[in-house]
């Protein structure tokens, strides 16, 4: 019983409390880049959401069942970094085959992902944290809905931004983005206390 | 390009191409490790490292990877280095190398170092590939250090871990924390951007119709 | 020690390896679209094999498709009309395809992959166009950075065009790009003389081909292009004519004066060739020449800063300034206008301030 509350614990946690974006920083070329528009944003997102999930998964599997098992803990980035690279062309593959409508949506942001910061931190973060499978598994879903969180309210306000405000020339572009999201951080700051996360 | 001097490459990667406030790249560590100066230098001094010696092999190796593959050998290759920095600090530096955390790891996916591998290493010889990367680590660096220095000062009231500011600072924590880091890097890219690059961008403008128009007469 | 050292090297080893057969089984099973049917304008069809782009499929059974970027989806130029269907608009074609041509199913072919039998239709010009191979016979300054540059056509040995139609010049893998690139330039020669094509190539800084032209390229080496394309000919009407290019953009206009001359076309033509100063003027004989030859022909250069030193007696100002004082109304003409997007945009704007139809403009904007 108590396993599934500190499982829901990091799910929650990994939203909102411990925003992989707004918390660890991570992913934060693509959110710069792509937060112009809601609905590469919510394309972007979907797609980050399932390669996050999927890919700490079987991390995960890989961390414990081969690299622990035969002491090479230290080859974790390698071995991390592969399965990633092909999970996400295998997903492509899949995706172009079987859904025009799929990949119009999501399927050029493919690429992009496999050098988002924010998936290899995520199954970083959940082997550092020594979290069970299925914390683990909770953690990459809820990581993903926190960054696909994050990267849709900053393109709704900057779609906003866009109609009404006047930035400054200096701050247009990476600039403004990056006080939204300063803003956005402390919003989420409130959650703290709600769940404890080391 | 061919003509692309050392000099040439070294002001523009510091400059007018710098990869954080230009290209805004590598933007996920410079906002984690800044809070603390000391941890910043590790972190800048294991990114210059990366990104000359990655640049320099993949410059080396040009010929000979497959295209078809290309990214995940380019991967790889940062990778290799990237666990010859995570090994060394922790073996040397333990405290600062757990304080980094996964961050050092993450120096495989900056996009920095992927960035000058793909424009710069794949069609550059060695040497000049080598410098291009360590001045984009420079780049960086000193972007960071300026960050760090004031969040730390600001937020701690210390330089290097040695407390500066009496007892009347009243540390501003929120520049320990993410917001800060945000907040931080933004007014330096709109102190840049806004003094330095506005020439720049209206120059841009108006010469965008150059190439062809300098022949044709058709607009000054 | 040594044994977990090997043991680390074989995990490694054998998870990649396991990688990689899954991928490579994967490439083979859901990446392998089979062959694939392709029905061009109702009528040819060739067999293909699946899962390429329909550009790059094109191009490998000889049929080539304008393609300035070769394929990378910054350049616009090739656009299919696609019959049959094959799905949804992608991200990186929308910037091209304009609300018209989204409702004639018009796409761009370089980002669209052939993954079931298709049906598509393309100009019939297009069928004309052909790869040939060629050596370069001769290559000489007109400026200092306009070269002129003669191909001598070897296999096909020659080439059918009209005047003021244009090729793609590939450049070959060289040190600054590790990849091919085909980029746009018009014939200046004339269309009778089939069995050359000369070319005027203007230096751009830090461009591939034009950096590949001037500092790597020699006279006796192989180059290969495709061509011809375009729809900047001259219309077969009675009209008095108007050219407006300047630099580089002198050779559509070239070719089609030198044709005029050779089949005595005699229609009033006025060619204003916009440049700076004197050392952007060449081939000014040339079309002195042409004006002896075509007694209702007028070459009128204005140079927009001149220099003390030009020592400059013709027309000086901006070009659109100079069309401006010369041109009276725009009853009974045609105007053709090659030179950069800024350049035409400006023109167009003065002769349609003259009256002139924009539908009787033509013009190819070379970026």
Known sequence: MTEGLFTFGVFFAAIFTNNILLTNYLGMCSFLAVSREIKTSVGLGMAVIFVMTCTSVINWLIYYFVLVRFDIVYLRYIAFIIVIAAFVQLVEMVIERTSDALYAALGIFLPLITVNCAILGASLFMVIREYTFLSGLAYGAGSGIGWALAIIAM???????????????????????????????????????????? | MKSYKFQQVFKENIGINNPVFVQILGICSALAV?????????????????????????????????????????????????????????????????????????????????????????????????????????????????????????????????????EWWTNWNIMIMAPGAFFMLALFIWVVKGNFMKEKAEQGSASAEAPRAASTGGKS | MLISFLIAVAAMCGLATFLAVLMVIADLTIGNYGEVKITINNETEMTVEGGKPLLGTLMGEKLFIPSACGGRGSC?????????????????????????????NIRLSCQIKVKKDLAIQIPEELFNVKEYRTRVERVRDLTYDIKEVTLKLLDPGEIKFRAGQYIQFQ?????????????????????????????????????????????????????????????????DTDSGIVFIAGGSGMAPVKSILLDMAEKGIDRKVTYFFGARTTRDLFLVEEMRELEKQLPRFSFVPALSAPTKEDNWKGETGLITEVIERHLKNADNLEAYLCGSPGMIDASVGVLTKKGLPEALIYYDKFA
């Open chain 3, 171 to 235: 450049t070959p893998e060289y040190e600054l790009s590790s990849e091919s690139v085909y980029r746009a330039y018009s014939c200046s020669s004339q269309p009778s003389r089939r069995d050359i094509v000369e070319l005027e190539i203007r230096l751009v800084p830090n461009g591939i081909c034009t950096t590949y032209v001037f500092e790597y390229m020699k006279e006796g080496d192989e180059v290969t292009i495709n061509g011809p394309y375009g729809e900047f000919y001259l219309r």
């Open chain 2, 34 to 166: 800044t809070n603390v100066l000391r941890n910043t230098v590790v972190m800048c001094a294991g990114l210059v490292f990366v990104t000359g010696l990655s640049n320099l092999t993949v410059s080396l190796l040009r010929q000979y990877i497959p295209g078809r593959i290309r990214m995940m050998v380019e991967t790889l290759i940062i990778a290799a280095y990237v666990i010859i920095v995570d090994v060394v600090l922790k073996a040397y530096i333990p405290d600062i190398s757990r304080q980094l955390g996964p961050y050092v790891g993450l120096i495989i996916t900056n996009c920095i170092i992927m960035g000058r591998a793909e424009a710069f290493a794949l069609s550059n010889p060695p040497a000049l590939s080598l410098v291009d990367g360590l001045t984009s680590g420079l780049g960086y660096s000193y972007v960071l250090l300026i960050i760090a220095f004031l969040r730390e000062l600001l937020g701690s009231g210390s330089i290097w871990g040695y407390r500066v500011l009496g």
């Open chain 3, 76 to 104: 616009g130029f090739c656009k299919v009309k696609v019959v049959s269907d094959i799905g949804d608009y992608v991200a990186t074609e929308l910037p091209w395809i304009t609300e018209e041509e989204k409702k004639e």
């Open chain 1, 155 to 198: 393109a709704g306000i900057r779609t906003k931004l866009n109609i009404r405000s006047k930035v400054p020339f200096g701050l247009t572009g990476a600039g403004i983005t990056l006080i939204i999201a300063g803003i956005m951080a402390l919003a989420f700051m409130g959650f703290a206390g709600m769940i404890t996360i080391t």
